[in-house]
Structure formats: C-alpha cells, structure tokens
C-alpha cells in the first residue's frame, strides 16, 4: 500500500498529540494493537494497584470496619461523582450500580412513573438487544404499555413521538455502526412531546464528549468496562437529573436505596437525590478497580479526547478507504465527524474471515453479525502509528488473501 | 471467670477438630478473634490469588479473549454448580448473579408467575429488611397482590398461608437471632396451601447443611460474601428447582438470560434451565475472587460443618451464660440444636457499648438495634479456642465494668 498519507506525518501527529503520557498509564501486551477498547477496555495500573489494595488491606487486614473505614459503602455516589464531569452530570446526579440491563429497567420504571396516564415506551429496533429485552421486561410488569421500536413502527425515533408517549429509550452512540446521535437536539423532540429522554451512553461514556445536563437528558445509563476501562464486567452508572430528584421511583426499591439503610425499617422509603437508583450490596471488589481506572480519567480534557478520537477515525477511514476499497471493503460508519463515534466499522462479505485474519496477526477488533468488522479506538491509550500499523495490516490481508487461510473462530462475545 | 469448662478439654476440642487445618486456607489479622463471618468472611488466601490471576492474566494479557478462554461468560453457571453441592441442589439449579436484592424481585415474579389468580405475598415481619423493601417492589408492579407480614398480621407463617397465598419468602436463618427454621416442615405447609417456596440461605449457606430439594424448596436466594467468604458484597446466588425449568419467567429479562445471547434477536427469549434467572453482564473481578473462595468448600463434609458448628455455638453458650448471665446477659439464640443457625447473639441493656468494647480487645462481633450483642462462628477458621478466649474476654469486660469506658462507634454496617 502506498498511501497518501506517509509515516512522518504520522509521526508528526503523535508527537503533537495532548494524550500521548496517557498509553504509559494502561498495561498493553505486547505485539497487540488493541482496537476493542469499545467492548472490553485494558487494565489501568492504578486499577491493578487499587484491587490488590482493596483485596490485601481493606478485605484482608480492616475485614468489615471497610464497609465504613476505606469508604466502601458510598462507593457508588463517590465513583458516580468521578464520573459525573465526564458525562456532564453535576455532583449528585449519578450513581454506579448493579448492570446496565438492570439500570435500564430502573430509568424506564422511573419515567414511567414521571409520565401516569400515557401508555408508550418508545426504543430502537436496531439498539443494543438487551436495551429492547429490558423495554419488554418493564412491559411485561406494566400490561397497560407498549412499546413502539424505530426501524419497525417508523424509521425514525422522531417519527415515533406523539402525546401517548411516556419514555424514550435510545442509545448516544449505536453499537455496530458507531453512529452518533445528536443528543441535545433528539432530546428537543423527546421533550417537545411531553417524553421523558433515557440515554444510554454505553458506547460514548469516554469515547467523546458528553454533557447531559446541557443537552437537557432526563436520565443515563451506560456501562464503565469499555471506554472508561473499569473492569470486565465493572457495575455500571445511572444518572437522574436534578429536577426529578424527590420524585424519583422504580420497584427495585432494594436497602441501599432506602432512606435510612442502617435504620432497618420495615417499609421502604426512599432515599434523597439519586439514591432510589440504588437497591442492593455491590460487588467491592469489582468497585475498587473501577476507582482505579477512574483516577486516569480525572485529569482528561474531554475536547482534547474527543479531538483525538475523530483524528484517530479519520486516519483510520482514509487509510481503509484508500488501501482497502479496492477489495471490497465499505464504510458502515458516519463520515461527517458531528455524527461519529470513537468506533468505524467496515463492512465485507468475508468480514468474519477477515476479522479472525486480523486477530491472528495482532490487531484485535471485533466482528457483528452480518458483516461487520467492526473497530473501536480509545483516544487514551492507542497512537496514530497504532492506526497506520492496523490499516497497513488490513490491506496486506486483503491483498495476499491471507484471510482465506484464516481457521480461528474469536468472536468477540461481549459489546 | 472459673468456668466449668477447663482449658484443657478445649484443646482436646480443637485437636480433634476434623476441620482444623482450613483455617490455613484463611488470611486472618493478628491479634483478632473473628466472629463477624456471618457478616463479612474473611479472605481466601486462594481468592487472593485467584483475584491476581484474573486482573493480571486474564484481563490484562488476554483482554477480550477472556469472555471465553478463560470461562468470563459462564462463570454464573460453572459457580453455580460449585455452590450446588452446599445447598442441596443439583447441578444446573444454581446460578451465581446478581444481588440477593434482586435475586429475590426475580424469585417472588417467577413464583408469580407459577401461580396466576392468587394474590398473596407472605414474609416475614423481622426478616432481614431489604427482603420486605424487595416484595414491595414487586407489590407495586402488581398491584393484584397484596403482602401478609409475620408478625404484623399473624403471629407465624403457618398461620398466614391460605388458597390465595401465591408465593411465601422466608429466611432459612433469621439475621438477628440466628433461629433455624425447619425448611422441610414449613415447605411442607406451603406446598399444602399449594403456594411457592422461596428460601433466603444469607444466613444458613456455609453455615450449616442446607438441603433445597430434600426439603422441596421452590426457589432459594443467598449471599456469598458471609460463610462462603467470597468477598466483600460478592455476586448472590439463585436456585430454581429443576420442576420449575422451562417454565421460569421474570421481568429483568437481560440479554445473559437470553436463549442465544450472541443472536443478538430482536425480542426476549428465555433461555433453558435456570438462566431465565440472569440478567446483564455480571462483575468478573468480584466473581473470580468468588471461584477462590470457593476451592476452599469443594472438599467440606457438611455433616462435619455442621458438627463444629454446634460445638462452638454450645461452647459459647455454656461460657457465656455461666461466665456472664451474672451480669445481665442474656440468651438471644436458640438452646436447642435443630434451631440454632451458626451466630450466637445475646442481649444486654449495654450491648453497644459491651461490643465497643469486645472490638477494642480484638473480639470483633456486631451490634443490632435495639441490643442484641452478634456473633458469628463460621466453623472452618474459628477454634474452640478462639471460642473460650472469646467468652474470657467478654467475662473480663463485664467483671471490670470496661465497657463503660468505651468510646468508639464502630458499627458494623452490612450483614
């Protein structure tokens, strides 16, 4: 491949780049350009440093005095405080908690409850399944519901809002494609309808700039393994704007949510600000990598992250485009960058094939069904020379047939 | 103290102990005589390094490749399993999920659901609250059932069971007291009222010999992080009874309880067995320390559990009415065997401060309102000398009228 774009420009743009020290903050294997930092983000030192702490001395020496002692017990208003600036949330606003299906189910009973008296739930036919699963769980409790999905009722999420409509759920960054929605103006809609607005910001927490509050959301879900690197399976946040707190009701109505924990009351009452969010005991451990990782988001200026990351994509588009068109490769992700996330997908009859080629020489991106390659790039560990080695490796795949060769099955399993 | 007990019986108890060398399997802090296991277990040392690997191999080297290679997805199942054997169930009952909260929401709607046109729930009064705050949370989804409160409105469960009674959560154990109910009786008397049978085990799981499907047990719910040491607010574990399978339906119908999790389908479709009971993606760390603790159980004779943890209970007993009685100390535990769980706890006017005190020698039980004095004895890492020293002490702290020096909270806040 003879590029238009050459090494030393490459070269250029790492040395001028804001995030650079950042990549010495993570553990990277070796020989690995690691483009699935949108589906399972890699280990933070200060997450491996805060875990043995957490397992050693606050589990292993302090034993329960932690619950208190080490802070365990507000773990989810402190950490949801952390991540609070990087979704434009004030302090308050957002706790992390149980999953993100769990957290759905919760948003969407809360603005049900927000909402008496109208009889849609508004999703996306195209959206993260358990994002629907959970839709179909909440209406399986609330018989007087139904759901109306984009792609299926309408084409579009606007086409789908009228004065029955009581939530709409939709996703800030679509997990195939990477297409990125315009959540202040999306929310305009919702809001003209009388809806409340559930953003769920799995694939755009940490890949770009978000601000909630701005853009007027009602709530947020999203999880914190992928871009923000907290873990395989860290607990994921829920965010609830101010102006519902003290109005604020789901039926997960578990101890850690109750006004007074600590009181063992026998009825439920709801506690304050975010708190009814919350339901049971959290998984410490998990938690206390979390804080770990969250310590390299603290000091990220989320402009330059976001500038980052559709440098990134719009070296990794051109490379592809350029090298790797000729082979039947197309774009399946937003070339305008107002309407992208921190991911591209590609599309190609064989992509699977092609993926797993991939895979076996180093560049780890992921495959959607049907035809989907599909690669995410985290602003904060991967350099432009990790995008040109990535292309460079795709078109030499293409052009020597390698992939045909390729015998690895290494689906991705978790988005 | 001259008790009736001397020391050298005691190291005749403890030298025949058959399950003395577990203690070794065991981080214990110097100086600390442990008797909040039924609160919070201490480490495993196997957890430690189970914890390691995890973080550092799987996470950091492997990454994504672990949702398979190393087992990530199903670890819900294979854990499960190891807890299996525990309990009484057999194999592919069990899934580890979640939290005992919403293990217990899952549970009451599933038996719901095994039982339409009947409009009861029934719990317990003094049950452990988040237990009561969760059946409210399924009341107000189905606002077709009401909840019967033993206690409130009748004095026992038996007493409140009747043909409109769908569904009855009951702890195994009770938190404060540590009475042992008779799982296959009072099973019995559900199933008479053709009702389900849920089971809380928080307090009976790694404590004693728990027999699900010898007892008839419906469903069942359970804590991980008290005898079972899995760590702090380590995942929970759900049992449905094998004659429920095919049939099992609750509303958090997340994408890991899907029939093709990996489809990516459209719309929900319960999986078989008991994974309708899963939800959303599950906190590996916290989980992988669990498969640690758990190595530590695979080998336990239960009987033998069960045998020390009589003995010690007795022990204490003995010793702490002889030694204390004098002093206003009274038994807040059953005397007979087959309703003792494996926690003591007594009452005293002064019972916070007593315990102040305790945890200032290094005895380290909890307190509950309104003056219950707890103490826990998981049988695997306490002696009988632990035991003696233990009441010793507690003699001391009487004798001397110490306690009315103490000055510090120290509260311990998650049972």
């Excluded at 519902?244 to 006004?259: D, I, R, V, Y």
């Excluded at 082979?327 to 599309?347: D, I, Y």
């Excluded at 076996?360 to 080695?389: C, E, K, N, T, W």
């Amino acid at each position: 491949m003879k590029p238009s774009i050459d090494r030393a420009s490459i070269v250029t743009l790492d040395q001028h780049d804001p995030l650079r020290t950042k990549r010495d903050a993570f553990v990277l294997p070796d020989g690995v350009i690691y483009l699935v930092g949108n589906s399972l983000g890699p280990v933070p030192k200060a997450a491996l440093r805060e875990l043995k702490i957490a397992a050693e001395q606050e589990w292993g020496e302090d034993l329960i005095r932690s619950w208190n002692g080490a802070g365990w017990f507000d773990l989810p208003a402190t950490l949801g405080d952390r991540i609070a600036r990087l979704i434009g949330a004030a302090p308050g606003e957002t706790v992390i908690t149980d999953t993100t299906s769990l957290n759905i189910y919760k948003a969407i009973h809360a603005g049900l409850n927000l909402r008496p008296g109208r009889s849609v739930i508004v999703a996306e036919g195209a959206g993260f399944p358990t994002d629907i699963y959970m839709t179909e769980g909440v209406a399986s409790v609330r018989p007087d519901m139904r759901i109306r999905l984009e792609g299926v009722d309408a084409p579009r999420i606007e086409d789908l809002l009228s004065d029955d409509v009581a939530v709409v759920l939709v996703n800030h960054v679509d997990y195939r494609t990477g297409v990125l929605r315009d959540m202040a103006a999306l929310t305009g809609c919702i809001h003209g309808a009388g809806a409340i607005a559930i953003w769920d910001l799995c694939h755009s927490a940490g890949a770009l700039k978000v601000d909630l509050n701005a853009d007027g959301a009602d709530f947020a879900v999203g999880c914190t393994y992928k871009y923000l690197s907290g873990g395989p399976g860290a607990p994921a946040f829920v965010f609830a704007a101010r102006r519902h707190h003290g109005k604020l009701s789901q039926p997960l109505t578990g101890w850690w949510g109750h006004a007074s924990p600590f009181a063992f009351d026998r009825s439920f009452r709801a506690g304050d600000g975010v708190r009814p969010m919350l339901c049971g005991t959290q998984p410490i451990l998990s938690m206390r990598a979390l804080a770990g990782a969250l310590e390299v988001w603290d000091d990220v200026d989320l402009d330059q992250l976001r500038e980052k990351s559709l440098g990134l994509t719009d070296l990794f588009i051109a490379l592809v485009e350029e090298g790797c068109g000729p082979f039947g490769v197309t774009l399946a992700a937003p070339r305008e960058r107002t309407m992208r996330g921190s991911q591209v997908s590609f599309r190609h009859p064989h992509g699977y094939e092609i993926m797993q080629a991939l895979i076996d020489r180093g560049v780890i991106g992921d495959f959607r069904s049907p035809d989907y390659m599909r690669f995410g790039f985290a602003p904060l560990y991967l350099s432009y020379a990790d995008v040109y080695a990535a292309a460079t490796i795709l078109h030499d795949i293409l052009a020597n047939n390698t992939w045909r060769a390729s015998r690895f099955a290494n689906r991705g399993r978790v988005t």
